[in-house]
């Protein structure tokens, strides 16, 4: 088969913009994996790294010794997952015979040997299937280069070939990484970075082809599931050319989305001429769960511009031994979360009303959960790393999701800038703008400040107060200020604001409930309920399998006797029992809009009636 692996040079000099790499690959590259799967049931991928003599290796062994590494993090998860536990069998040659190796920190192996040639050998446990890790089976293989390269610090810059051996009978290989012509199943990468960044399908996953905005791309399916393949083209063709229409230009010279298809599905991760989707096996069978997909599809592919391309100026060139912190994940990521609704809303693959109920939905999450009084989107950003890959029982006490609170803010600049503007200016302009500056002109990522810099001179008004009150602190937002100017208002049309109100949420086991969470300055929170208690009785009647129901014999203001059993022992509790605090919002046209209202909601909406 063709391989979708067409990435031309003419590409890689907009891929030194934002890695730090010039020129063309020389003939031969100084690092070689070969990488197999004999025996692919027992989870297991072996690796064969050869260092081949050249400049660039002696060079990195002044020392009579040369360190090699395994990554501690996938780019785009922010979490040290250390990948360097999988890692078994190391050991390093030199012309065959083995020479001595320690491992001298959790991921470095330190190789003794003045010899420019050495061949190091390792095997590697892959057994999770996610978009951030390794998996290998009887059915699949499938590689993300940071839990499975190991990297020498001072060869990052050098080019990189992969040499895939596939297993007995599987005939495909899907990956970003441009093929080594005249070798089969051979790739090579610039330099580690790329390498890292362009995940490899081995198997026999069903592929088809689309062109979009003048560019073949790939779609390489993994797993049991039925789709119509002309319409999921069609549909992904119309997402690929509507995110390109953002920037003015599709920076590569082919994609690749590898999608998996599993139980429960499990999201996506970016790369920088493909992603990868995990979605469930039925995810094209009903319009709620498609429509899932092509949002999921979205987002990734938007990524190509934001956050591969256009970055924080933190993000780029990486640590891959240590976190590396920005407080703007809420642009990287949660500006692409409002993007991938609001593609599918201007591609027509969802309708103005489907638009505006998402809307509405992000905004009830983030207003309904604490942690938004107590986590700026900012602070949300730097502390991914510690809090937002780690949930635990009080997470929605203390943080809020730089996903969800900025795909909110995404949305509410796009207004803020269509409104200042009279609709000649939105989030597009201010996203190609920074695009033109840092990633094209300047070659770095941005910092806050230019940021709100950028939005306010887009804008053409100062922006400061959005930010200062929005993204670096926890200032209540006034919604309506934002949308009134296209003739919406957004309103709370919960019916359960007279319900009783508890605010501890039980899980069911045996039909005794056990609590799971307390929220934060609620009855339970306030007169002691604990997560890990069991509800006994309520007023010394044994709730059934329906807490609230249970709690609907009560009114608010009523103290009830709680009976817990915490630890093994009984103890009873007085809980004064509140008011529903949750909203529920809605996004409704307000009285006569004005002919402006009405003009500028068209161009939001992408409606055609301008």
Not at 148 to 157: E, T, W
Not at 213 to 222: I, L, N, Q, R, S
Request: one cysteine or more; glycine letters at 6%.
């Amino acid at each position: 088969m063709k391989k979708t692996v067409s990435l031309l040079f003419l590409c890689w000099f907009l891929l030194a913009s934002a890695y730090g790499h010039e020129g063309q690959l020389p003939p031969a590259a100084p690092i070689t994996y070969i990488l197999s799967m004999p025996k692919p049931q027992t989870h297991y991928a072996e690796v064969e790294m050869r260092l081949v003599a050249s400049d660039a290796v002696t060079n990195v062994k002044k020392n009579g010794y040369v360190d090699v590494k395994m990554p501690v993090w996938t780019p785009g998860s922010y979490l040290i997952r250390e990948y360097a536990k999988n890692v078994e069998g190391f050991r390093a040659l030199v012309n065959g015979k083995p020479v001595k190796a320690d491992k001298i920190r959790k991921n470095t192996w330190r190789i003794f040997t003045n010899q420019e040639a050495i061949t190091i050998q390792y095997q590697v446990y892959a057994n999770e299937l996610s978009v951030r890790t390794s998996h290998v089976d009887a059915d699949h293989g499938y590689f993300n280069g940071a839990s499975i390269f190991l990297f020498v610090d001072g060869l990052r810059s050098q080019p990189h070939r992969v040499v895939v051996n596939p297993y007995t009978d599987w005939k495909k290989v899907s990956t970003g990484l441009p093929a080594v012509p005249g070798q089969a199943n051979t790739f090579e990468a610039p330099d580690f970075d790329v390498l890292v960044d362009s995940p490899i399908e081995v198997g026999n996953q069903k592929t088809f082809r689309f062109t979009a905005a003048g560019v073949p791309h790939t779609v390489a399916m993994f797993g049991e599931t039925t789709y119509d393949e002309q319409k999921v083209a069609a549909d992904l063709k119309k997402v690929c050319e509507t995110a390109t229409s953002v920037f003015g230009e599709q920076p590569c010279k082919d994609y690749t989305f590898i999608v998996h298809h599993t139980p429960t599905g499990g999201g996506g991760l970016e790369h920088l001429n493909s992603t990868t989707l995990q979605v469930t096996r039925n995810a094209y069978s009903r319009p709620e769960s498609y429509q899932g997909f092509l949002s999921l599809a979205a987002h990734e592919y938007f990524h190509l511009w934001n956050v591969k391309r256009l970055r924080p100026r933190a993000l780029g060139p990486f640590d891959y031994e240590n976190e590396n912190y920005t407080t703007q994940l809420w642009v990287a990521e949660g500006i692409t979360s409002f993007y991938q609704d609001y593609i599918l809303r201007r591609a027509g693959l969802i309708a103005p009303d489907a638009f505006l109920k998402i809307t509405a939905s992000e905004i009830t999450r983030i207003e309904n959960q604490p942690g938004n009084r107590v986590q700026s989107v900012a602070e949300s950003s730097q502390d991914a790393w510690i809090k937002y890959y780690r949930p635990n029982e009080n997470s929605v006490n203390s943080i809020i999701s730089y996903y969800d609170k900025g795909a909110v803010l995404g949305g509410l600049l796009n207004l803020a800038i269509l409104s200042a503007t009279n609709g000649q200016r939105n989030l597009d302009d201010l996203m190609k703008s920074l695009y033109e500056e840092y990633y094209k002109k300047q070659k770095r990522g941005f910092t806050d400040e230019e940021f709100e810099q950028a939005a306010s001179r887009v804008a053409g008004r100062n922006m400061s107060d959005f930010f200062r009150k929005y993204v670096f602190s926890t200032d209540p937002i006034d919604y309506n200020a934002f949308f009134a100017p296209v003739g919406l208002r957004l309103d709370d049309v919960s019916t359960t604001k007279n319900a009783v109100f508890l605010g501890a949420t039980t899980r069911v086991v045996d039909g005794r409930h056990f609590v799971t969470s307390v929220r934060r300055d609620s009855p339970a929170w306030n007169d002691g309920i604990n997560v890990g208690d069991e509800l006994v009785s309520l007023n010394g009647t044994k709730p059934g399998p329906d807490l609230n129901s249970a709690l609907g014999s009560f009114k608010p203001g009523d103290a009830v006797s709680i009976q817990v059993s915490r630890n093994g022992l009984p103890r009873t509790l007085s809980v004064k029992l509140a008011t529903n605090p949750l909203v529920n919002f809605q996004l409704v046209p307000v009285a006569n809009p004005t002919a402006g209202q009405k003009a500028l909601y068209a161009k939001w909406l992408h409606t055609g009636d301008q």
